[in-house]
C-alpha cells in the first residue's frame, strides 16, 4: 500500500462504518416497522419479482420470508393455481403497466384461492430521489390488506336493509295471497259436499284443495320470513326437542347419510314455538343432506355462550346475556362467498330448477329473528357448511 493511499483509506474508514452501520440499522428499523403490520408489504424490482416481505407472509402461510426473494407475485399468492386465466394475472398486468408510468393503483377483489377480500395498494418507488435504490434495487412496494371482516360487516349492513324490504313486501303479499286462497280452498270443499256432483268432479275438486293447501303453506314460509306468522311461545327445553327431532329425521334420512348429535352439559330451557323450531331444524338438515349427493355426517351441537361481552365464532356482537347456540355441520359441496350474500333472500336458490323453491333458509331467518335470535352461516367450498343458531334462554 502507497504511502499516499494508506491515509485515505484510514481518513475515509470512520465515515464507511457509519454508513453501514447507518445501513443495518435502517434494515432493522423496516423489518421492525414492517412486521408489526397485519397488511401483507413486498418491496418489488423493476421486474416485479419480490425483493423482500414482511412476516405477515408467514402468517397467512404463504412461506418463509427468506425464501420468496426472487419469486413473482402469482407464484407466491397462488402457487397452486389452476385457473386461466387468474384475476391476479389480469390484474397484475394493467396494474404493473400503470405503476411503470409513475402511477399508484389500489383495487378491491375476491380472492378464492384464499378465500378472502383484499384490498391491493401497488405504489412505484420515487427512483430519482431515492439514494439508496443501487443497493436495494427497489422499485415498487405493493400492500396486500385482508379485508374480509370489514366486507362481511358491510354486507351484513346491506343484508339487513335488504331484508327489511323484503319483509314488508313478503307480508303484504302473503296476506292478500291467503285471502285468495281461503275463498278458492273454501268454496271447493262447499262444491265437494253436493251430492250431484260426479266421482271425476270431484276428484278434480280434491285436487283443487290439496294445491291450495301447498300454496297456503308456501305463504306460511312466506309469512315466517316477514316475522308475520302467528307463533305460540311457551317455556321449552331445546335438548328435548332437538333429541326428538333427530330421532324423526334418522327414520326418513338417506341410507348414506350419517347423523350425530353432541349435547353439552347445562339447562337449555328457552321460551319459543315447538313447531317453528322444529321446522327450522328440518329445513336446515335437508339443506345438509343436498350438499352431500355423495354421502356424509351432519353434526348437531348443543351448548350454551355465558358472557357479558359475548363473541362468537361469526357474531361480532350479540346481546349481553345468556344464549344457547346450535350449530349444524356438513361436510358437503360448500357455497362461495357470491351466494352466501343472497341465502336468506326469498326463492334465492342455488340448486337445480324444480329441486328447491328458496323459502327454506329465509323461513329459517324468519323463525330465529322471532324468537329474537340470530343465524349465522359459515362455508367454503369443498369443505362444507356450519350453520350456527343463537337462541336467548331463560
Not at 399468492?77 to 394475472?89: I, S, V
Not at 443497493?135 to 346491506?158: G, K
Not at 337449555?268 to 356424509?296: C, E, H, I, K, S
Amino acid at each position: 500500500m502507497t504511502p499516499i493511499i494508506a491515509p485515505l483509506i484510514t481518513k475515509n474508514l470512520p465515515d464507511a462504518l457509519a454508513k453501514i452501520k447507518q445501513i443495518e440499522r435502517a434494515k432493522q428499523e423496516w423489518e421492525v416497522t414492517a412486521d408489526a403490520l397485519p397488511q401483507l408489504v413486498c418491496l418489488l424490482d423493476k421486474k416485479g419479482h419480490i425483493l423482500r416481505a414482511n412476516r405477515t407472509l408467514e402468517n397467512w402461510q404463504l412461506g418463509k420470508v427468506n425464501q420468496v426473494r426472487g419469486l413473482s407475485l402469482h407464484n407466491l399468492l397462488h402457487p397452486h393455481c389452476q385457473l386461466t386465466p387468474c384475476y391476479f394475472q389480469g390484474f397484475w398486468e394493467h396494474a404493473w403497466n400503470e405503476v411503470k408510468l409513475g402511477q399508484a393503483v389500489v383495487e378491491q377483489v375476491q380472492d378464492k384461492q384464499l378465500n378472502r377480500y383484499l384490498e391491493i395498494q401497488l405504489q412505484p418507488l420515487n427512483i430519482s430521489k431515492n439514494e439508496n435504490y443501487y443497493y436495494t434495487h427497489s422499485f415498487a412496494v405493493i400492500i396486500i390488506q385482508d379485508i374480509t371482516a370489514n366486507r362481511a360487516m358491510q354486507q351484513n349492513q346491506e343484508l339487513t336493509s335488504r331484508l327489511t324490504s323484503l319483509e314488508q313486501m313478503a307480508a303484504g303479499f302473503s296476506h292478500y295471497f291467503n285471502n285468495i286462497l281461503t275463498t278458492i280452498i273454501g268454496f271447493s270443499e262447499l262444491l265437494q259436499l253436493n251430492t250431484e256432483l260426479s266421482e271425476a268432479a270431484k276428484s278434480d275438486l280434491s285436487h283443487i284443495v290439496r294445491q291450495g293447501h301447498r300454496a297456503a303453506q308456501l305463504t306460511r314460509q312466506i309469512l315466517d320470513f316477514s316475522r308475520q306468522s302467528t307463533s305460540q311461545k311457551q317455556p321449552l327445553q331445546l335438548a328435548d326437542l332437538l333429541t326428538e327431532t333427530l330421532q324423526l329425521l334418522e327414520e326418513t334420512a338417506p341410507p348414506h347419510i350419517t347423523l350425530k348429535l353432541h349435547i353439552e352439559s347445562g339447562d337449555f330451557t328457552l321460551n319459543a314455538d315447538a313447531n317453528q323450531l322444529r321446522q327450522a331444524l328440518l329445513n336446515l338438515t335437508f339443506n345438509a343432506w343436498q350438499a352431500m349427493p355423495d354421502g356424509g355426517v351432519v353434526d348437531f351441537h348443543l351448548y350454551r355462550v355465558v358472557s357479558s361481552t359475548i363473541t362468537s365464532p361469526l357474531q361480532p356482537k350479540l346481546a349481553i346475556g345468556d344464549w344457547i347456540g346450535i350449530s349444524i355441520s356438513d361436510n358437503g359441496l360448500g357455497i362461495d362467498l357470491e351466494h352466501q350474500r343472497h341465502l336468506f333472500e326469498p326463492f334465492f336458490t342455488t340448486k337445480e330448477l324444480g329441486k328447491g323453491m328458496g323459502l327454506g333458509l329465509p323461513q329459517v331467518y324468519g323463525i330465529l329473528k322471532q324468537h329474537s335470535g340470530e343465524i349465522e352461516i359459515k362455508s367454503e367450498i369443498g369443505n362444507g357448511t356450519t350453520v350456527y343458531l343463537y337462541l336467548p334462554s331463560i
